[in-house]
T-cell receptor
Framework: GAGVSQSPSNKVTEKGKDVELRCDPI?????LYWYRQRLGQGLEFLIY????????KSGLPSDRFSAERTGESVSTLTIQRTQQEDSAVYLC????????????FGPGTRLLVL | AQSVTQLDSQVPVFEEAPVELRCNYS??????LFWYVQYPNQGLQLLLK??????LVKGINGFEAEFNKSQTSFHLRKPSVHISDTAEYFC????????????FGSGTRLLVRP
């Protein structure tokens, strides 16, 4: 595709419910990243996928957070038993993964946990 | 570990005036440096990046930044701003080795007034 796309653009959920956020990277990009942006703050790294290698999950804040990626395409970030502190914008990015350093970001999913 | 400091949370400036957004970083290893811009309700867009070579880097929309290794700074400048430059600006670093995570500063909101 022309750019990284994410869905939904906005999600409102109740505390305790599970949510799934989707990311479609740029076609041909082997590397995919998830970041979280809390209100008024910079981005925090969550997880990184590179090709068929095991993902780097070192940024996931708790075991309620998980992510999957199907081959070198779509990724899903799942948050189980959501808490109010999970409210944030979740941004996905992709890059070529061949040493080219630029990460291209999607528009994000704005998550509000009531 | 790496860290990025953007001391100014908000910078108000009049249209057509020059502006400098400050970024300082801390790292025990060499890093790549980036500036991203986030327009209201949009994803992050790469403004410019420093990978190697000339320390003065020119980016899109008339922005430029200078890498100063001794001062560990990567300040962003524009000689004459427009109303449309109103946005959030993020400085980020990435290790030059196999690590891939972008470490972001907390952002600076540039507010251009007529």
């Amino acid at each position: 595709g022309a750019g990284v796309s994410q869905s939904p653009s906005n999600k409102v959920t109740e505390k305790g419910k599970d949510v799934e956020l989707r990311c479609d990277p740029i076609s041909g990009h082997t590397a995919l990243y998830w970041y979280r942006q809390r209100l008024g703050q910079g981005l925090e790294f969550l997880i990184y996928f590179q090709g068929n290698s095991a993902p780097d999950k070192s940024g996931l804040p708790s075991d309620r957070f998980s992510a999957e990626r199907t081959g070198e395409s779509v990724s899903t970030l799942t948050i189980q038993r959501t808490q109010q502190e999970d409210s944030a914008v979740y941004l996905c990015a992709s890059s070529r993964g061949d040493g080219e350093e630029t990460q291209y970001f999607g528009p994000g999913t704005r998550l509000l946990v009531l | 570990a790496q860290s990025v400091t953007q001391l100014d949370s908000q910078v108000p400036v009049f249209e057509e005036a020059p502006v400098e957004l400050r970024c300082n970083y801390s790292s025990s290893v060499s890093v790549y440096l980036f500036w991203y811009v986030q327009y209201p309700n949009q994803g992050l867009q790469l403004l410019l990046k420093y990978l190697s070579g000339s320390t003065l880097v020119k980016g899109i929309n008339g922005f430029e930044a200078e890498f100063n290794k001794s001062q560990t700074s990567f300040h962003l400048r524009k000689p004459s701003v427009h109303i449309s430059d109103t946005a959030e600006y993020f400085c980020a670093v990435r290790r030059m080795d196999s690590s891939y995570k972008l470490i972001f500063g907390s952002g600076t909101r540039l507010l251009v007034r007529p």
